[in-house]
Structures are given as structure tokens and as C-alpha cells.
């Protein structure tokens, strides 16, 4: 059961569920019940100033002594994770808050709210959370101050948009589910707002359940054409076949501003001083075997990668003002796009966390601005010719320098949705896939206006030299996830396969329901560790959801508390996972203002996995569950058979990991239980079962045999001339080792209509057999065993 919100403003109190969360309320807030149907409608908070402004500070109230989580900007770009218990401990940019209180409402239904919310007994735990909106031309972002205040910052980002009221700026939502009441909440604004879609109204692009590789690592802005060919055949070669391609920045016609490079072989941020002459690609991709050649281009690299590589999928990048110091104003052949410079404002907010390395190099030179009249002209043009050379879709990166250029175009708000309508009008006329990714863009200017882009980039940067970014990248994702994952399809970013943190970020990709993707230079891969990836026609096992924190981690701060491991869960069509990482040690300094490293000894930490960290767990399991599931440990191979509430320990160092596949049991008679594992060398071993029934036999099923005999019991069902008592029927996508677990051994598999070798295990109950290559791409095999 999940509770209705009960949120009131009581005696300057703000009260959710009869307990108070805010105290000290403003006479200047105002609360406004929602209009959902039934008791599930949220409220909006809101207020009102003396006088007019284009940015205002609201304090909404203190709070003192809750557990929250919350998402903030730590710089321009991205966002990620804050934990705390008061309100100065909320940051500044602030877009998602999530606080921890117990029910104290009188009327609550004990029994229906402990089986909600995991509790034996007491009072219910309450989660609330508070998105920060937009409203008109304004955005709003929470913060903290020293006081423990929570303060609602609303701005425009425009001097000549100003207002003295803001009823509707942040959304609260609550109930005894936290999953169930953010989604709740994002149906709500969805609903209220008009001006996004939730991502399950939205197309997923089909790459998503292919493997790629991204040539920026590999070659960063000196991609060539010769690089894209060296890349998807060093990788073939291997037997991880990428079928999807992202060319990443350098395939465009640009120019610098900087007045004098030539005697600096590569000058940090020196693109983005540089802005986009033309739409069609660079001289670099005119060229074959490093000879010009006028049959070349960017049409032929396309082709080759589909005819000679098998690659389904290519997409390219480009920035959202075209490029990273936008368009040439009065380009050749550009001049109708109307672009003119502007330089950018950030706003108070960001440049009190972190500023960046793009803004100092654009306050200098500004950015060519396409007149927002014109932008889906820009859009569609640069698109169609995109289209016309074969591409699929596009990256579309450094998304968020938009809401800072505001000024003069009626704010942020306003040229950001201008820009996002063009940008989806664009992709939806040349990429029918819906092929695009957002990239750079963790503000809620776009959040709240993307009605079709269905993936995300969900952090930061996969940095390969940086130490301190690994850990902080896992954990980042995961968080960002909860409120990402309403919007659209979060992306882990590519990584590297042969890297330290190689298998530590395969791991978490494999769980993560997203693109797999690595930008591996040629040559330098690890196709062992690619192999528990990537199945032999190129294709992944993707998990069904975005990976997120199980509800046990969602308070804790596995990034610096020294004492918590961070637990991400996520399910297949059969089984579900949870992921459970070491990311103790670094993270984003708020007085560094930069990720570091502030533990160089971070120490091994234990905690427990059990299947109720799978959430939903007992409706993928179905009806008739009694709670027993058996775990499949990846590394470590270890299969354990778990009885109803009971947990497993786990011990992990830093940048350790362990996958757990949670496998529900079904009982099939009194001596028989079964359940489906999947690919046991896959690091997402039960995405690989795709149906999971049985069919009981005519003379073995319980209802024939229960009539008196008592020797039905054991006996019979050790014996090997035994008849059988049902046949498991599954549908198995790809090859390899398959698991299955069985209380008695098998009387015989097969394989479409093949009997197949098997092994049994009687102390675990592993059923071993191997699955051949399949011949045709996507296969599902049919797969019986008879129990």
C-alpha cells in the first residue's frame, strides 16, 4: 500500500504525513494542493515578493534532524549526489531533493505500511521529495544556508524578466515507496507542466541494446577517417563486434579564434575558442590512405562501417550551438542562420560550486549565437545532410552553455525550450529512430522541455587518467539515475576495456539498463573482459530499468561516509541483480571545488544483500511466491539458496565489486523447486532468460499424484527412472555456460528438441550445460529441462 500524500503548512510548520519536515515557515509561502485524481495528488510550493526582480531567494522553512539525498549541480554541466541531515548541508543548484521521516498520522494502517515500506513494525518510513520546476520564464533550484534554511532560488536569467510571484516552483510528493513516489511526482509535473514526456511515453532508440565504441578516447579531436576503419576492425578482429559508432568531435568544419597556435602541438581548451564553418564534414574526412580524394567523405565512412564492419548504428556529435564557440557570424554559407556573439552569464548558483574551463575561454571570445528563429533551420539542415550520408543519430553535447545566454532572448527558460523544440522537431524529421543523446545538459531547463529525447548522459566524464573519477562516476550514475531515469534512458558514458577500473565499470554498465560502449584506442583492448559483455552477434544483455540505489543506500554516502557500500539494483524479465561497489574515497570538494581523492586508504567495508533489495522482486517472481530465492554471485561464482528475510554478507576493498543475480524460486511440488540463472560468464547472467514457465506433466502433477500415496514425497522423486513432473520451458538469448537451479537433478534437457549434455551439482543444485554460437543474430533458443 502506498499512502497518499497528507503535506499542509500547520502553525508555520510544514507538516507531511503528520510529521513536521520544515519549521519556520514564511508568511510569504503559499501551498497549493495538486489536482491528481484521488489521494495521490502532490502539492506545489510557492511565494510572493514585495517587488519585482529577475532572481529571488525564498527561504521556505529550516530543517533539522531528517536524512535527505539530493542532486545538485557541482558545476555548469552535471550533476551529483549530496547526503545530509540538515538544511545547510543542501548545495547550492539543488534539482532534487529526497528527505527520510516516519508517519505520524494517527490512522495509519500499521500491517499495509510496514509491507510497503520493508519495516517489521512501528511507524512507516515516509519519503518525500521535492522537485524544483519551472514556471513561465523562470527556473527555481533549492539551496541551504547557515542557518539550515532551504531556500528556493528563482531566476530568469534575463535583467528585463522579472517577477514578484512564483506559486508553483517546487512539487512535493510522498508515500512509503521512494521509487514509486518520484515516478508519482514526475507523472504529476508531467501532467501539471505540458511541456515534457515521462520516459516510459518515450521511443527508445535501438542502439541501446547493441554494442559500441565512441572514437573520442581513441583519438579525441584528431579522428580521421583511416581511425574510424582501424578502430571498428581492431575490435572485430577480436570478437566483439561493435555495432553501433559514435564519431565523436573532429569531424567538423571548424575555425579558432585564437590568434596564434603554432607553436602549441595541443593547447587545453583550445576548441572552444572555435566555432563551425560549415555543416558538412572536415578535410580529415575527405581524405583516403592520407591522400585527398574527392570520393571520400563522410557518406563513404559511413558505408564502409556498415558494409565492412556490420556497424547498424552511427551517430555523430555535435554541440547544441553547433559548435563549442557556436557558429561563425556571417560564415560563408552560414550567413542565414543569423548568429551573432554573445557571452555567456552563469548563474549564481554554478559559480558558487565550480567554474569551468569552456566559460573562461568563451568570456573572452564569446559564442556565435544561430538567432533562435533560425535555429531549426540550422537544425534541420545540418541533420538532413547528416541523414543524407547514411547517419542514424546524433550526440548532441554541451547542452547547457544555452542557459546562459539568455539575456535578451527572454531567459534562460525561454531559449533553452526554443533550442530543444528545434533539436526534437529536427531528429524526429531525419532520424526516425529518435536518435539522439543529450549530453552536458543536467539542468532542468531541459529536463522539463524534452517531450521526445529518450537518452541521457548521466554524469560526468569517464576520465582514464584521473584517479579520483572512478569511484564517484558509479556512484554518480546511480544517484542521478532516480531522477534522471523519469526523464529518459540514463548513459553511463563510454570507459575503456583495458583500463584498472576496466572490469569495475563493465560491472556496473552491465546492471545499468544502458548503452554498453567503450573508446578503446586499436589495439588496445580486453576482450576477455569484453566477452562478459558483448554476445557474439554484437548485441548486450540489457537490464530492463535504469539502475538505480536500493533502498537501503539511498540515505548513505558510499562515496564518504568510510563506512557504507553502494548497492544498485535492477531486474531482467526473470531474475533481478543487485550490484553491490566499493566507491569509498573521492569525490567533489565543495572547497577544492573540484573532484579529488580524500582518502588514499579507504578501508574494506562488509555489508549484506538480500532479494528484497530488488524492488518489485515478488511480482517478477508471480503469484505464489514464498519469499526463497537462490543467489548467484558473479566473481566469485558462489550459488546460495536464500530463505525468505534472509541476507547474504559481502566484503569488498575499494574499487571492488560483486554482481548478486537474485533468482525467485518456484516450488513445483513438495520435493521440486526451480529457478532460471541465465549466462553464468556474462556479467548480466539472467538477462539472458527471456521466459521462464512450467507446464506440469498429465501424470506427475501434484493434483494426480496427492491421493493417498504417500511414497510421492521423496523416494520417487530421487529415483532416475522417475517420471517427470513438469517441464521448465525457457527462452534463452546468446551462448555460453547456462545455470539453472534444480533441488533434483534433471531427468533431461534440450536444446530445440535436442537433448543436451548437462552437469548437476547435488550440493548447490546447479544445473550446468553449454548453449552453442547461435547462427542468426538476436536468437532465442528453446530450451526444456525435465524435472
Known amino acids: 500500500m502506498t499512502l497518499g500524500p497528507k503535506i499542509s503548512i500547520s502553525d508555520g510548520n510544514l507538516v507531511v504525513h503528520g510529521k513536521t519536515i520544515l519549521t519556520g515557515v514564511p508568511d510569504n509561502i503559499v501551498l497549493t494542493h495538486g489536482t491528481g485524481v484521488g489521494p495521490l495528488a502532490g502539492a506545489f510550493i510557492g511565494a510572493t515578493a514585495s517587488d519585482r526582480k529577475s532572481i529571488h531567494v525564498f527561504p521556505v522553512g529550516t530543517l533539522q534532524g531528517l536524512r535527505f539525498m539530493c542532486l545538485f549541480r557541482f558545476k555548469l554541466w552535471w550533476m551529483t549526489q549530496r547526503m545530509g541531515t540538515a538544511g545547510r548541508d543542501v548545495p547550492l543548484e539543488t534539482q532534487f531533493m529526497l528527505v527520510e521521516s516516519k508517519d505520524g498520522t494517527a490512522e495509519v494502517e500499521l500491517g499495509a505500511a510496514a509491507g510497503d515500506s520493508g519495516e517489521e513494525g512501528g511507524a512507516a518510513t515516509i519519503y518525500t521529495v521535492f522537485l524544483p520546476l519551472l514556471e513561465g520564464q523562470f527556473r527555481a533550484a533549492l539551496q541551504g ?149 574527392q570520393s571520400a567523405g563522410l557518406k563513404v565512412v559511413v558505408s564502409e562501417a556498415k558494409q565492412h564492419h556490420n ?114 522537431a529536427s531528429v524526429n524529421r531525419n532520424f526516425p529512430d529518435n536518435g539522439c543523446i543529450s549530453c552536458m545538459c543536467h539542468n532542468t531547463d531541459m529536463l522539463y522541455s524534452a517531450k521526445q529525447t529518450a537518452v541521457v548522459r548521466a554524469s560526468d566524464d569517464f576520465f582514464p587518467r584521473d584517479p579520483a573519477s572512478h569511484t564517484i562516476h558509479i556512484s554518480s550514475v546511480a544517484y542521478n539515475s532516480l531522477f534522471l531515469g523519469e526523464f529518459m534512458q540514463p548513459d553511463w558514458d563510454m570507459f575503456h576495456s583495458l583500463h584498472p577500473a576496466a572490469e569495475y565499470h563493465g560491472a ?53 561516509d568510510g563506512t557504507s557500500l553502494l548497492k544498485i539494483w535492477n531486474v531482467s524479465k526473470c531474475t533481478g541483480v543487485v550490484g553491490v561497489f566499493n566507491c569509498q574515497g573521492a569525490g ?51 550459488l546460495v539458496r536464500l530463505p525468505k528475510a534472509a541476507a547474504l554478507p559481502v566484503t569488498l576493498k575499494v574499487r571492488e565489486y560483486e554482481l548478486f543475480h537474485i533468482c525467485p524460486i518456484k516450488v513445483i511440488s513438495p520435493g521440486i523447486s526451480v529457478a532460471p540463472i541465465g549466462l553464468l560468464d556474462m556479467f548480466n547472467s539472467g538477462g539472458a532468460v527471456e521466459q521462464f514457465d512450467i507446464l506440469m506433466s498429465s501424470t506427475g502433477s501434484t493434483e494426480d499424484r496427492a491421493d493417498g500415496d504417500a511414497s510421492f514425497d521423496v523416494a520417487e522423486q530421487c529415483s532416475e527412472n522417475r517420471a517427470a513432473t513438469a517441464t521448465v520451458v525457457l527462452r534463452v538469448r546468446g551462448c555460453g555456460r547456462f545455470g539453472f537451479y534444480s533441488t533434483q537433478r534433471p531427468i533431461k534437457c534440450s536444446l530445440v528438441s535436442s537433448d543436451v549434455d548437462f552437469s548437476y551439482d547435488s550440493a548447490t543444485g546447479l544445473v550446468l550445460l553449454h548453449i552453442p554460437v547461435p547462427e542468426k543474430e538476436m536468437y532465442r533458443w528453446a530450451l526444456e529441462i525435465q524435472v
Not at 554498453?516 to 559483455?533: C, M
Request: aromatic letters at 8%.
Open 508 to 560: 556496473a554498465r552491465a546492471i545499468g539498463g544502458c548503452a554498453i560502449y567503450v573508446s578503446d584506442k586499436p589495439g588496445d583492448h580486453n576482450f576477455e573482459l569484453l566477452r562478459k559483455l558483448v554476445l557474439p552477434d554484437g548485441s548486450v544483455l540489457r537490464a530492463r530499468h535504469p539502475g538505480r540505489p536500493t533502498r537501503d543506500s539511498l540515505f548513505n554516502d558510499p562515496a564518504r
Open 145 to 293: 544556508n547557515e542557518y539550515d534554511q532551504i531556500e528556493i532560488c528563482v531566476e530568469s536569467g534575463d535583467m528585463a524578466v522579472e517577477t514578484d510571484q512564483a506559486l508553483h516552483m517546487v512539487y512535493m510528493h510522498s508515500g512509503t515507496n521512494p521509487f514509486e513516489v518520484i515516478t508519482q511526482a514526475a507523472k504529476a509535473v508531467e501532467k501539471h507542466m505540458g511541456t515534457f514526456h515521462h520516459r516510459e511515453k518515450k521511443k527508445m532508440p535501438s542502439f541501446l541494446d547493441w554494442f559500441g565504441w565512441c572514437t573520442w578516447d581513441a583519438f579525441y579531436t584528431e579522428v580521421t577517417a583511416e581511425g574510424v576503419h582501424e578502430g571498428l576492425k581492431s575490435l572485430s578482429e577480436g570478437g566483439a563486434r561493435p555495432r553501433f559508432l559514435i564519431i565523436d568531435d573532429g569531424w567538423q568544419q571548424i575555425g579558432s579564434e585564437l590568434q596564434d597556435t603554432s607553436n602549441v602541438v595541443v593547447q587545453e581548451g583550445a576548441q572552444f575558442a572555435s566555432r563551425l564553418t560549415g555543416i558538412k564534414e572536415n578535410a580529415k574526412f575527405q581524405k583516403k590512405n592520407g591522400e585527398e580524394d
Open 588 to 638: 567533489w570538494c565543495k572547497i577544492a571545488k573540484k573532484t579529488r581523492v580524500h582518502d588514499d586508504a579507504p578501508g574494506t567495508l562488509t555489508g549484506t544483500v538480500s532479494a528484497r533489495d530488488v524492488e518489485g522482486i515478488a511480482q517478477l517472481a508471480g503469484e505464489g511466491w514464498d519469499g526463497q530465492a537462490v543467489v548467484y554471485a558473479h566473481k566469485s561464482g558462489e
Open 311 to 424: 556497424v547498424k548504428y552511427v551517430y555523430v556529435w555535435h554541440a547544441m550551438a553547433g559548435y563549442w564557440g557556436g557558429v561563425k557570424p556571417a560564415g560563408e554559407g552560414m550567413e542565414h542562420y543569423e548568429s551573432s556573439l554573445a557571452y555567456p552569464v552563469t548563474s549564481p548558483g554554478v559559480m558558487g560550486n565550480q567554474p569551468d574551463i569552456v566559460m573562461d575561454s568563451l568570456a573572452v571570445h564569446g559564442l556565435g549565437l544561430v538567432h533562435p528563429k533560425m535555429v531549426c533551420s540550422f537544425y534541420n539542415e545540418l541533420h538532413a545532410y547528416l541523414a543524407s550520408c547514411g547517419v542514424d543519430g546524433v550526440k548532441v553535447d554541451v547542452q547547457n552553455i544555452i542557459e546562459t545566454l539568455g539575456a535578451g532572448h527572454g531567459g534562460r527558460v525561454s531559449l533553452t525550450r526554443a533550442y530543444h523544440q528545434a533539436l526534437e
